[in-house]
Nanobody, 119 residues
Framework: VQLVESGGGLAQPGGSLRLSCVAS????????MAWYRQAPGKQRELVAG???????NYADSVKGRFTISRDNAKNTVYLQMNSLKPEDKAVYYC??????????????WGQGTQVTVSS
């Protein structure tokens, strides 16, 4: 199983970044996906989740600014981050509740991608 994130980097306040996470090793289309983040000295927190069916959900701190989406044909989940704030600085992790016929459901994490918001 692999979750490979990309798209992090440096953005100015008010700017945008788009994170991508390509998944393999489980059946992406029936798996729930999410993005978490962890800032220095803080606990990892849920940023946004998108189930295999149903509506996405967002942390209050990012509602109206971030959008999570998925492309089942590409086994990829995205996080579009607009109107970035310095407090969005963190390592962002892709998360999967990956389902497969052999293993059932297991939790998987990507390696993380750094997002820095600074002028």
């Amino acid at each position: 199983v692999q979750l490979v994130e990309s798209g992090g980097g440096l953005a100015q306040p008010g700017g945008s970044l788009r994170l991508s996470c390509v998944a393999s090793g489980f059946i992406f289309s029936i798996s729930d996906m999410a993005w978490y983040r962890q800032a220095p000295g803080k606990q990892r927190e849920l940023v946004a989740g998108i189930p295999s069916r149903g509506d996405p959900n967002y942390a209050d701190s990012v509602k109206g600014r971030f959008t999570i989406s998925r492309d089942n044909a590409k086994n990829t989940v995205y996080l579009q981050m607009n109107s970035l704030k310095p407090e969005d600085k963190a390592v962002y992790y892709c998360n999967a509740e990956g389902r497969s016929f052999l293993r059932g459901t297991s939790t998987y994490w990507g390696q993380g991608t750094q997002v820095t918001v600074s002028s």
